[in-house]
């Protein structure tokens, strides 16, 4: 596992740029090592894969990594992500985005990246909160969470991230926690192979902006709520019809997979028609 750590680190970090702004018990670097191991896995020429995102905490991922990176504006990753694979098809394009930065303000963005389907990875850290702002409500957080801005607890319904990419065409859809480790590369790995636009939305503590306010004030605690009010699909299925009608955990696991038509290609088939 040392190894494993040590190769991650000295084949895929720049160390230049520690020490991470992440705070104690924040769960984006795990998402980072999970990212750089589905690429190591899949043997990815590192210098054919770029990185975008938008702006936030996740969104600062691409700048720890010795690879080309477009860090962008707020809410616009999907946007120079998709710009750059119809440039270069051929390079892989890999867009780290919080779900304020997705859901948010690049709501409109990140449905018809959906749509259009060009072969991008969108790895989605949802940590139920504007972490970099000091933890205001955002378009996931549960309904009667507390944040600096319901202090009184969150009045609205939040987003499902996975049922919008899947009503908005996406070919791949998993959810996991930072708590599943080896699912989580799976599906990394999963999503970067599919052709066409691959998401995973990860649930991430994160104890500063989101935890302090709901009673997970420490890392240990935050991280403990996410396995205890998850279920795999798996586990799911296993239960009785009635305890499943019940379930309030948030279901993790790969939610949608099917082929669909790639951007890229389709605008290929074009050009070559046309020509
Ligand atoms: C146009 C614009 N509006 C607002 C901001 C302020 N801002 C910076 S980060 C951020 C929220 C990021 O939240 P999220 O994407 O969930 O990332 P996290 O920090 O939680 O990882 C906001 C509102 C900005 N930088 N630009």
Same mark, same amino acid.
């Given at each position: 596992?040392?190894?494993?750590?040590?190769? &991650?680190?000295?084949? =895929?970090?720049?160390?230049?740029?520690?020490?991470?702004?992440?705070?104690?018990?924040?769960?984006?670097?795990? *998402?980072?090592?999970? !990212?750089?191991?589905?690429?190591?896995?899949?043997?990815?020429?590192?210098?054919?894969?770029?990185?975008?995102?938008?702006?936030?905490?996740?969104?600062?991922?691409?700048?720890?990594?010795?690879?080309?990176?477009?860090?962008?504006?707020?809410? /616009?990753?999907? !946007?120079?992500?998709?710009?750059?694979?119809?440039?270069? %098809?051929?390079?892989?394009?890999? *867009?780290?985005?919080?779900?304020?930065?997705?859901?948010?303000?690049?709501?409109?963005?990140? &449905?018809?990246?959906?749509?259009?389907?060009?072969? &991008?990875?969108?790895?989605?850290?949802?940590?139920?909160?504007?972490?970099?702002?000091?933890?205001?409500?955002?378009?996931?957080?549960?309904?009667?969470?507390?944040?600096?801005?319901?202090?009184?607890?969150?009045?609205?319904?939040?987003?499902?991230?996975?049922?919008?990419?899947?009503?908005?065409?996406?070919?791949?859809?998993?959810?996991?926690?930072?708590?599943?480790?080896?699912?989580?590369?799976?599906?990394? /790995? !999963?999503?970067?192979?599919?052709?066409?636009?691959?998401?995973?939305?990860?649930?991430?503590?994160?104890?500063?902006? =989101?935890?302090?306010?709901?009673?997970?004030?420490?890392?240990? !605690?935050?991280?403990?709520?996410? /396995?205890?009010?998850?279920?795999?699909?798996?586990?799911?299925?296993?239960?009785?019809?009635?305890?499943?009608?019940?379930?309030?955990?948030?279901?993790?696991?790969?939610?949608?997979?099917?082929?669909? %038509?790639?951007?890229?290609?389709?605008?290929?088939? *074009? *050009?070559?028609?046309?020509?």
């Amino acid at each position: 596992m040392f190894n494993q750590a040590q190769k &991650i680190r000295d084949k =895929y970090l720049r160390e230049e740029m520690w020490p991470s702004i992440f705070c104690t018990g924040c769960g984006v670097g795990n *998402v980072l090592n999970y !990212a750089l191991r589905a690429i190591d896995e899949i043997g990815l020429d590192i210098d054919k894969v770029v990185f975008c995102s938008g702006i936030g905490c996740s969104s600062r991922l691409p700048g720890y990594i010795d690879a080309d990176g477009l860090h962008t504006t707020h809410g /616009r990753a999907l !946007a120079f992500a998709t710009g750059v694979k119809l440039a270069s %098809p051929d390079l892989t394009v890999i *867009v780290f985005t919080g779900d304020g930065d997705m859901a948010g303000i690049g709501g409109n963005h990140f &449905i018809h990246a959906a749509r259009r389907n060009a072969d &991008i990875t969108v790895i989605c850290v949802n940590n139920y909160t504007y972490g970099m702002t000091g933890g205001q409500v955002s378009p996931t957080t549960p309904g009667g969470s507390k944040t600096a801005t319901t202090p009184y607890g969150n009045a609205e319904q939040p987003f499902d991230l996975c049922r919008l990419a899947i009503g908005a065409g996406a070919p791949f859809v998993s959810r996991w926690t930072v708590g599943y480790p080896y699912e989580t590369v799976s599906a990394m /790995r !999963a999503a970067i192979e599919t052709k066409g636009f691959g998401f995973v939305e990860l649930l991430v503590p994160c104890p500063t902006g =989101y935890g302090k306010e709901n009673r997970l004030k420490d890392a240990k !605690a935050s991280w403990e709520w996410y /396995r205890e009010n998850t279920i795999s699909r798996a586990d799911l299925r296993a239960l009785s019809p009635e305890e499943r009608a019940r379930n309030e955990k948030v279901v993790v696991g790969t939610l949608w997979q099917e082929d669909r %038509p790639e951007m890229t290609c389709r605008y290929q088939e *074009v *050009v070559d028609e046309v020509s």
